[in-house]
T-cell receptor, first 113, second 115 residues
Framework: AQSVTQLDSQVPVFEEAPVELRCNYS??????LFWYVQYPNQGLQLLLK??????LVKGINGFEAEFNKSQTSFHLRKPSVHISDTAEYFC???????????FGKGTKLTVNP | NAGVMQNPRHLVRRRGQEARLRCSPM?????VYWYRQLPEEGLKFMVY????????ESGMPKERFSAEFPKEGPSILRIQQVVRGDSAAYFC?????????????FGPGTRLTVT
């Protein structure tokens, strides 16, 4: 069965520092990969997605992620974070042809001044 | 274009009561998904519906839970005889299938508290 592992449950960083949120998945078939952001008491907003093609995917708010098939990873990065990036970030995977998203447990990013 | 709407945003029920959660998909979307988020957990898939059809309910608990998406009106997730363990945030998402590629748009969620 599919699973998604987000290795860090909490990541504190200072404003303007770079950040990487790690995500590994397990699947025996081709997949689609997603990162979502959830602000407090709100729904999920799509940051970026990998469907096919270039393994480096750029998303909203300056985020990007790189799909690494050999390492089954899809880490999220941002070169310089803002206070407003404080939120919870979820990695999700879906088998191609499936409608189900399988989510990781989330990483809480806290950006400190 | 309004996003996915869910109501109520917060719902408090006593043990044994029924909970009804509503989801109105984005305009033109005919696919609806329900997910449950327990505290400190990621979202877990519950059910996938198209208009008048349940396509995949592999994530639904076997008892007390049901979902529908009628031809007219919102999708409803119904939980009968709620228990404390049902306390969670329930999210609805909708999508518009195009050439097999999709994107799910999420609503703000309904936070159910069972007392």
């Amino acid at each position: 069965a599919q699973s998604v592992t987000q290795l860090d449950s909490q990541v504190p960083v200072f404003e303007e520092a770079p950040v990487e949120l790690r995500c590994n998945y397990s699947s025996s078939v081709s997949v689609y990969l997603f990162w979502y952001v959830q602000y407090p008491n709100q729904g999920l907003q799509l940051l970026l997605k990998y469907l096919s093609g270039s393994t480096l995917v750029k998303g909203i708010n300056g985020f990007e992620a790189e799909f690494n098939k050999s390492q089954t990873s899809f880490h999220l990065r941002k070169p310089s974070v803002h206070i407003s990036d404080t939120a919870e970030y979820f990695c999700a995977v879906s088998d191609k042809g499936s409608e189900k998203l399988v989510f990781g447990k989330g990483t809480k990013l806290t950006v400190n001044p | 274009n309004a996003g996915v709407m869910q109501n109520p945003r917060h719902l408090v029920r006593r043990r044994g009561q029924e909970a009804r959660l509503r989801c109105s998909p984005m305009k033109g979307h005919s696919h609806v998904y329900w997910y449950r988020q327990l505290p400190e957990e990621g979202l877990k898939f519950m059910v996938y519906l198209q208009k008048e059809n349940i396509i995949d309910e592999s994530g639904m608990p076997k008892e007390r839970f049901s979902a529908e998406f009628p031809k007219e009106g919102p999708s409803i997730l119904r939980i009968q005889q709620v228990v404390r363990g049902d306390s969670a945030a329930y999210f609805c998402a909708s999508s518009l299938r195009t050439s097999g590629v999709y994107e799910q748009y999420f609503g703000p969620g309904t936070r159910l508290t069972v007392t």
